[in-house]
């Protein structure tokens, strides 16, 4: 069973520029969840997505946005980038079925925006 | 706003004593409780959780108590080990099915020889 994944690990750009970061979810699940952990905090949610929809969206502006692909995949893109964007991109996927079920978190990705 | 409070940046245990880490939540809709664990460089892990309609559930060395009416739930680690230094994030969610969850700010545990 292949756990989640994050490319790249980290990326360094500059304010204005745009970034996609990938996630690779684990084997059998079809829910994929982004979140953002800035220096010091905890991982905030930022959008899910289920069956290539969002599903669900945290207080992130609008230049935040993803994609799910039918391998359940999904990619956080975030175009004019600013400084307080420097954070790591937590990825988890799960399986949405029947009851709670467990996310499960990928390394990140470490955005450093100069 | 702070929904998820870990009120302890760091906490220092003795090898072999018990760790009790402590986290106060606000949001009344939160029915869904959980721990994870975070070494350097992985993502974070779960460990355990909690239905808000119990008030204690217990894995081997981990056992997490919840006080509904005080809006507090606590994670006792025993006997702690050195294998346990890590940050801890409590987290919850709500009722409804968009498994957003809320996490607080995490409380690094030191384990000490």
């Known amino acids: 069973e292949t756990g989640v994944t994050q490319s790249p690990t980290h990326l360094i750009k500059t304010r204005g520029q745009q970034v996609t970061l990938r996630c690779s979810s684990q084997s059998g699940h079809n829910t994929v969840s982004w979140y953002q952990q800035a220096l010091g905090q905890g991982p905030q949610f930022i959008f899910q997505y289920y069956r290539e929809e969002e599903n669900g969206r945290g207080n992130f502006p609008p230049r935040f946005s993803g994609l799910q692909f039918p391998n359940y995949s999904s990619e956080l893109n975030v175009n004019a980038l600013e400084l307080d964007d420097s954070a790591l991109y937590l990825c988890a996927s799960s399986f949405q079925g029947f009851g709670r079920n467990e996310q499960f978190f990928g390394p990140g990705t470490r955005l450093t925006v100069l | 706003d702070q929904q998820v409070k870990q009120n302890s940046p760091s906490l220092s245990v003795q090898e072999g004593r018990i760790s009790i880490l402590n986290c106060d939540y606000t949001?009344?809709?939160?029915?869904?409780f959980l721990w994870y664990k975070k070494y350097p460089a992985e993502g974070p892990t779960f460990l355990i959780s909690i239905s808000s309609i119990k008030d204690k559930n217990e894995d081997g060395r981990f056992t997490v108590f919840l006080n509904k009416s005080a809006k507090h739930l606590s994670l006792h680690i025993v006997p702690s080990q050195p294998g346990d230094s890590a940050v801890y994030f409590c987290a919850a969610s709500r009722s409804n099915r968009d498994d957003k969850i809320i996490f607080g700010k995490g409380t690094r545990l030191h384990i000490l020889p």
């Open positions: 949001n009344s809709m939160f029915d869904y």
